[in-house]
T-cell receptor, first 113, second 113 residues
Framework: GESVGLHLPTLSVQEGDNSIINCAYS??????FIWYKQESGKGPQFIIDIRSNMDKRQGQRVTVLLNKTVKHLSLQIAATQPGDSAVYFCAENYNNAGNMLTFGGGTRLMVKP | ETGVTQSPTHLIKTRGQQVTLRCSSQ?????VSWYQQALGQGPQFIFQ???????GRGNFPPRFSGLQFPNYSSELNVNALELDDSALYLC????????????FGSGTQLSVL
């Protein structure tokens, strides 16, 4: 399959450790944010989302934090597993007329067994 | 699996040719969006279709066009292919509305020689 993200920033973590992936978004008017995971040869897979009226949201093993003051988003993955190895993208939506997402550049997460 | 299917999975064309990519949306979804993902980058929004009409467009030239059919499936057409059009083309389906989740297919890898 196609290799995504050959020149992306890379985060390398040990299996079982927690991972934190950061993202700076561009538009202060953005009101909806999503984290996607993309494995090689596949399309982006939805992980978790957060609306601008919240600053934290938790899912299964994942937490998203939103800091609107500095336009910063982070994804925390607890007890990282080898299956979490992928490229992670944050995306923002600043157009309530539709679901037109603006994606960040992505971070490659590598989990060492 | 998201239920969004794209065809073909891979395609090779030469500069100046035309190409048509196809997408079947997830059951229950009425909106289709197309994204272009160059190697090592995040997806870039091309356009979105709802009720068989274009419902938003990114910064792409008119030689990128699309269609949506009554069954909500969609086509992306690119005329006068250029080398820089080589990319992974992703289709995403969703329900029309503000801040609705996008579900992506696995994409069509287009190579322009």
């Amino acid at each position: 399959g196609e290799s995504v993200g050959l020149h992306l920033p890379t985060l390398s973590v040990q299996e079982g450790d927690n991972s934190i992936i950061n993202c700076a978004y561009s538009n202060s008017a953005s009101d909806y944010f999503i984290w996607y995971k993309q494995e090689s040869g596949k399309g982006p897979q939805f992980i978790i989302d957060i609306r601008s009226n919240m600053d934290k949201r938790q899912g299964q093993r994942v937490t998203v934090l939103l800091n609107k003051t500095v336009k910063h988003l982070s994804l925390q993955i607890a007890a990282t597993q080898p299956g979490d190895s992928a490229v992670y993208f944050c995306a923002e939506n600043y157009n309530n007329a539709g679901n037109m997402l603006t994606f960040g550049g992505g971070t490659r997460l590598m989990v060492k067994p | 699996e998201t239920g969004v299917t794209q065809s073909p999975t891979h395609l090779i064309k030469t500069r100046g040719q035309q190409v048509t990519l196809r997408c079947s949306s997830q059951s229950g979804h009425n909106t289709v969006s197309w994204y272009q993902q160059a190697l090592g980058q995040g997806p870039q929004f091309i356009f979105q279709y709802y009720r068989e009409e274009e419902n938003g467009r990114g910064n792409f030239p008119p030689r990128f066009s699309g269609l949506q059919f009554p069954n909500y499936s969609s086509e992306l057409n690119v005329n006068a292919l250029e080398l820089d059009d080589s990319a992974l083309y992703l289709c995403a389906s969703s329900v029309q509305g503000a801040n609705e989740k996008l579900f992506f297919g696995s994409g069509t890898q287009l190579s322009v020689l």
